[in-house]
């Protein structure tokens, strides 16, 4: 193992895994993180169960399938070293060719095509023994491929590009031929997991006809493989295929022994009560001689040995992890929501916001989480929350130094949710959690923002009138396209909460930022009641604030308005001068006399002034804000089951203590 950190240290960073949400991607995108703080996973729309613990800051969301996406990610990464596990059609249910084709060929020739225009070190592509095909008794790597299917047709394709890129310009690739991988964080579809699962439980699970063969090999020997082919790569191995197995053939028959023997089981296997892959073969094994030759890379990790791995990790799934850990059943897991809350002076209103967010989740039947974000409340919020927290562990309390403000609360909590989506509500409950169920509902049809769009106020009538005519205002002035009537009260996908959270201002305008980034949108009528408890913290001139906010934030119509009247004052002035000269050469009598109308073109020319001095103000002042970069929010104390912990700066824990 020491020998294989020392392969991770030589890498040349920074480091990309594409297709980290995969099997062997996650697997490789964790041994090198364990050694290494710069290397990303590349995922295409979120971080998947197999990469929940990874710190957001590693992951990037990239569809390598949109070539614009794919060059604005090597722009921004510039990697240097580049392991490349995305693939489509490995599993029997994926069927679409051309998808297929698109992943496993074009989007990886687009990648490659990129990389090469810059200074680059190893792409290590994820090959399959399936481009062998019906050629598959331990060929060596020159054999003829003889492919059998849509995917091993892709996957030839792609071999003898990256061959050609080797070869003949020199590109510092490697294709990895990989045979029947098996370990932790595989699909729990496939055979391996399914067969653990049952002997652990004293039983055999179906099986294909006892004459198949496969060339199992384990996912950590792949990792290493994968290592060690980047750390050695020098022009000797640029477009090479090697061979990744053990070179020993295993029947179906022979590995039901082995896990009969390995976990005492006394029930005979039943052969040919399930269907077979319609490429399975009896002859399919590796000829890893060429990997072990030219790379020092061999297999370490027996069956017997992988299967007790295996089972070490297969004991800790539910019954529903094990439903949901595959591809296969993919739209059968629901996805999950993080509602976070803002609240200042609203600690009576915490509990039934609590109440009845539960029962609007328990009623989707999805997983959440709940964080309440203390904005430097006066109250008892933090020892509300606190009591909330440590009877219902999804409830997560953040407690800021001072009150930063909503728009900071609900940046605080998007910067620490873990769900698939977060939804945003003020703290006074005049944003109905009830709505959420609608929210969902256009989010599961395709939508990545769901916002609450205010049909009416439960206000005086000349408040209301004033809010509109904000919206309208703001609307029209804006550069963005900003939907009326809809405050911060909505829905986020997390893809658009991470493109959100990657906007740098201070002064933020959350609904205005979340018109910004775009992305599909839509909207939800309600009708915003009065606040339930206590009396609301706005006032007039808060208000005059939130619209500056606002409009200095996303327009630059004020400066765009002073610009024109400055023109035209100008050509005013410039023509009034023109015809006073004139009348004073032709008719010297007529001049106007006294000083009245100096006085009032003075004080009209110098109210202008000031006016427009103000408006440039206002815009100098955001500017401060943003260029003295303080942070935007202090956290002060984190909540969660029952107790309460002081941070450090860094996010540490702070241990009074010392």
Not at 449 to 465: C, N, S, T
Not at 472 to 481: E, I, K, N
Not at 610 to 633: C, N, S, T
Request: hydrophobic share 40%; proline share 5%.
């Amino acid at each position: 193992m020491s020998q294989l950190h020392a392969y991770i240290r030589a890498l040349r960073g920074p480091i990309l895994v594409a297709g980290a949400s995969g099997f062997v991607g996650a697997n490789l995108f964790k041994t090198i993180s364990a050694i290494r703080s710069d290397v990303y996973a590349a995922v295409r729309h979120e971080k998947n169960w197999r990469l929940a613990e990874v710190s957001d800051e590693q992951v990037i969301a990239v569809d390598l399938n949109d070539y614009s996406a794919v060059k604005n990610l090597i722009n921004s990464v510039a990697p240097q070293t580049v392991f490349d596990c995305v693939a489509y059609g490995a599993y029997s249910f994926e069927e679409d060719a051309t998808l297929i084709y698109q992943t496993n060929f074009q989007s990886i020739v687009n990648f490659v095509e990129l990389l090469a225009q810059q200074p680059f070190a190893a792409f290590i592509h994820a090959g399959s023994s399936s481009e062998y095909g019906t050629n598959c008794a331990a060929p060596p790597e020159d054999s003829v491929c003889e492919p059998n299917s849509a995917y091993s047709v892709s996957k030839v394709a792609i071999g003898g590009y990256l061959r050609f890129m080797g070869k003949q310009r020199s590109f510092p690739c490697v294709n990895l031929r990989l045979y029947s991988v098996y370990g932790p964080l595989e699909d729990t579809s496939r055979l391996i997991p399914n067969l653990v699962r049952k002997a652990l439980e004293g039983g055999l699970p179906p099986f294909v006809d006892p004459r198949t063969s496969r060339d199992f090999i384990h996912v950590e020997d792949v990792c290493a493989a994968f290592i060690m082919a980047a750390a050695k790569m020098h022009p000797g191995l640029y477009g090479e295929n090697f061979n990744i197995g053990t070179g020993i053939k295993t029947t179906i028959a022979e590995l039901a022994a082995v896990t009969r023997n390995e976990f005492n089981i006394e029930e005979e296997p039943k052969f040919g009560t399930m269907e077979g892959r319609n490429w399975d073969l009896a002859e399919w094994y590796s000829d890893p001689r060429r990997a072990s030759e030219q790379l020092g890379w061999e297999a370490t990790i027996n069956l017997p040995e992988g299967l007790r791995s295996m089972a070490a990790w297969v004991v800790t799934l539910t019954d529903n992890q094990m439903v949901t850990g595959s591809k296969k059943n993919k739209n059968i897991r629901k996805r999950s929501v993080s509602a976070i809350i803002a609240c200042y002076k609203d600690g009576q209103a915490i509990p039934v916001m609590h109440r009845r967010l539960t029962d609007t989740f328990v009623k989707l039947g999805i997983d959440y989480e709940i964080i309440f974000v203390n904005d430097g409340s006066p109250d008892d919020s933090a020892q509300v929350i606190l009591e909330i927290s440590e009877k219902d562990p999804r409830v997560i309390g953040i407690t800021h130094s001072r009150n930063f403000g909503s728009q900071m609360a609900f940046r605080s909590g998007m910067e620490l949710s873990t769900k698939d989506s977060v939804v945003l509500l003020d703290g006074d409950l005049q944003d109905p959690p009830e709505l959420i169920e609608s929210f969902y509902a256009e989010w599961e049809k395709g939508y990545d923002v769901v916002y609450g769009r205010r049909v009416k106020r439960d206000m005086p009538w000349y408040w209301g009138l004033m809010y509109k005519l904000f919206y309208r205002v703001f609307a029209m002035f804006s550069y963005v396209t900003i939907p009326l009537d809809a405050g911060d009260f909505s829905l986020m996908d997390s893809r658009v909460v991470g493109w959100l959270l990657n906007c740098p201002e201070r002064d933020l305008f959350v609904r205005g930022l979340r018109a910004y980034v775009g992305f599909k949108q839509t909207g939800v009528d309600y009708v915003r009641p009065d606040r339930m408890f206590g009396v609301t913290t706005n006032s007039l001139f808060k208000n005059i604030d939130w619209a500056k906010k606002g409009i200095f934030s996303f327009s630059n119509a004020p400066l765009t308005m002073l610009t024109s009247a400055g023109i035209l004052s100008l050509m005013l002035t410039t023509f009034i001068a023109v015809v006073v000269v004139v009348l004073r050469l032709l008719v010297p009598d007529i001049a106007p006399r006294g000083a009245t109308t100096i006085l009032l073109a003075i004080l009209m020319f110098g109210s202008f002034n000031l006016f427009a001095i103000g408006l440039v103000g206002e815009y100098v002042a955001k500017i401060m804000a943003e260029v003295k970069g303080r942070p935007r929010l202090i956290r002060s104390a984190l909540i969660r089951n029952g107790g309460s912990t002081d941070l450090l700066p860094d996010g540490k824990i702070f241990d009074r203590s010392r």
